[in-house]
């Protein structure tokens, strides 16, 4: 059985974000962390500005934040968004989810994650985006209503968890599933290497 990799005993992990999907990734393959999440109010994308550019600015904001609670750590900020041709976000109430899943109903869609981690030690920073294809089944409204139904859109971006009832209706991905599901798991480890990450 491999060991569980881990990070130089004088520092903590140390994830930026209150999402349960982040905290079950990162604990598939960490044992121990910290869980801070920015108490600074989440910011929409702002409509026109590159989903690149911007889950990147969200995720390094994220990340200065938290990285001021904690010295001699690794912080990890991480934002996501769900892209057609504009982004769409965590879904207001069921109308506005019901209008989300049609749009995705049948479509390639790309999950868009910006990744910034900061050593505290030394004040130092790597950063990536995160870019996955998802192939959705035309839904019928039979097949709209029962994930409505269901209630699985609720704070989700792009109103669907792939993970759960949604991932009956996805006929495929092109890239990293984690990233879809909220972390993109892969690159942030390579990442990590860079801080210290071994595996004993």
């Known amino acids: 059985m491999m060991a569980s990799p881990r990070i130089d005993s004088q520092r903590r992990l140390v994830l930026a974000s209150s999402s349960p999907r982040r905290k079950d990734i990162l604990s598939g393959v960490f044992s121990e962390f910290v869980i801070d ?6 910011k929409p994308i702002a409509p026109g500005v590159d989903p690149d550019v911007s889950v990147l600015a969200l995720a390094r904001e994220k990340a200065e934040e938290v990285a001021q609670r904690h010295p001699d750590s690794i912080v990890i900020g991480c934002d996501t968004c769900v892209w057609t041709n504009h982004v769409l ?9 019901q209008q989300m899943l049609q749009e995705l109903s049948g479509r390639k ?17 790597l950063y990536a985006v995160e870019r996955t294809d998802v192939y959705f089944d035309e839904l019928s409204p039979e097949d709209v209503n029962y994930l409505l139904d269901s209630g699985e859109y609720e ?10 009832l ?15 599901v909220g972390l993109p798991m892969r690159t942030l480890y390579r990442i990590l290497r860079e801080f210290g990450i071994c595996v004993p």
């Open 109 to 125: 869609h790309t999950v868009i994650s910006g990744l910034w981690v900061i050593d505290t030690k030394d004040q130092r920073s």
């Open 37 to 42: 999440p920015p108490k600074k109010p989440e």
């Open 89 to 97: 976000g965590k879904p207001q109430d069921r109308a506005d989810a």
């Open 155 to 164: 704070g989700k971006a792009g109103a669907y968890a792939i993970q759960g």
């Open 166 to 180: 949604t991932g009956l209706f996805i006929r495929g991905i092109e890239g990293d599933y984690n990233n879809v």
